[in-house]
């Protein structure tokens, strides 16, 4: 098995006319690099940072977080990592930090909004990241981004701690790319606005489909109406990464969507730049690129855009895809 992965890994990730995805791994755990490596994932599309406020009595330090982000960045060198920064609240509970209860989490005091409402929380990590950015190829991801303005106090706090490194002496990389999730609906209204402001998107399906559809990610009751394939949802795929092609930005996914071959076709043709996903689902998915037709795809989506709901959109991709995905 092991040297068959090798052999998936080497192989590039393109359709038969040379439309090349990039695919990267999702990153819940330093210790699941070697993975991510053996699958041929071309770095980390998504470095989730939670679990170290998840798993702790105590808050983080700065040394914590920076050799924790180093140790990370150096071993996917020389691919870059997206580190998201934190996503606490909602449905990632931190017993660490003395929150609130919520009648409605999902919609409360949750990852960006936290962050720059507690900036000392962010600070320490903003400050861990960028100095990890000396050591190889960082980007930084902002979660939940609900419109310009959240973006750009983000963005413009990491400024900040690019002074304060810099007169501390100590090295980062000031030509770190920072970017948006895309995962609220109201990021997909103003994705035009948003792609001047950042340098790149990534679009989080796991919450985006949460929050267009009204469906509580984690609910039993109504996961049967958990559809990925609703005609809004790949109408908003498409609004987003037209206005980041527009904007000269790349627009990744990194949802669960991402790793699933029943929506890989429709994400070629969405002409998505890059998917990230669980290190597992590397191989076949590549493998399933590079029996594709980026023409074939395109072909697909024109159609099931005006499709009125997911069955039907299913039913078109196994007419062209056949009954085994
Ligand atoms: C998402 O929402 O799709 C996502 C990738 O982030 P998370 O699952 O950590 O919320
Ligand atoms: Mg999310």
């Known amino acids: 098995l092991k040297v068959r992965l090798h052999q998936v890994a080497h192989l590039s990730s393109e359709t ?151 007169r501390e002496g100590l090295p980062f990389d000031p030509e770190v790319p920072v970017g948006a999730m895309i995962e609220v609906p109201s990021a997909v209204a103003v994705a035009d606005l948003l792609a001047r402001e950042a340098d790149f998107f990534s679009i989080g399906t796991n919450d985006l489909i949460q929050y267009t559809l009204a469906i509580d990610r984690g609910n039993e009751e109504v996961a049967e109406l958990y559809e990925p394939l609703h005609p809004a949802i790949l109408r908003f795929i498409k609004t987003t990464v037209t206005a980041g ?40 998915v590549k493998l399933f690129i590079r029996e594709l037709e980026f023409k074939k795809c395109r072909e697909l989506v024109e159609k099931v855009l005006n499709l009125t709901c997911q069955d039907e959109v299913k039913e078109a991709v196994s007419e062209v895809f056949g009954p085994h995905i």
């Open 16 to 166: 038969k006319d040379g439309r090349r995805i990039i695919l990267r791994a999702n990153l819940d755990l330093p210790e699941e690099i070697p993975f991510a490596r053996d699958y041929g994932a071309e770095g980390i599309g998504l470095f989730r940072t939670e679990y170290l406020y998840v798993s702790r009595r105590e808050l983080p330090y700065e040394e914590l977080l920076f050799e924790t982000y180093r140790r990370v960045v150096e071993d996917i060198a020389p691919h870059p990592v997206t580190i998201r920064t934190l996503d606490l609240g909602g449905d990632k509970f931190a017993s660490v930090l003395d929150l609130p209860e919520e009648i409605n989490p999902a919609l409360g005091l949750r990852a960006i909004r936290l962050c720059l409402k507690e900036d000392h929380l962010f600070r320490t990590q903003l400050r861990a990241i960028l100095r990890a950015s000396a050591y190889g190829k960082v980007k930084i991801m902002f979660p939940l981004i609900s419109g310009v303005a959240e973006f750009l106090r983000a963005r413009n706090l990491v400024e900040e701690i690019k002074e304060e490194l810099a």
């Open 245 to 284: 092609h527009r904007a000269g930005i790349p627009v990744a996914m990194c949802g669960e969507m991402a790793g699933d071959l029943l929506y890989v076709p429709i994400l070629v043709g969405l002409e998505l730049d890059e998917l990230s996903m669980n290190p597992q689902s590397l191989p076949e």
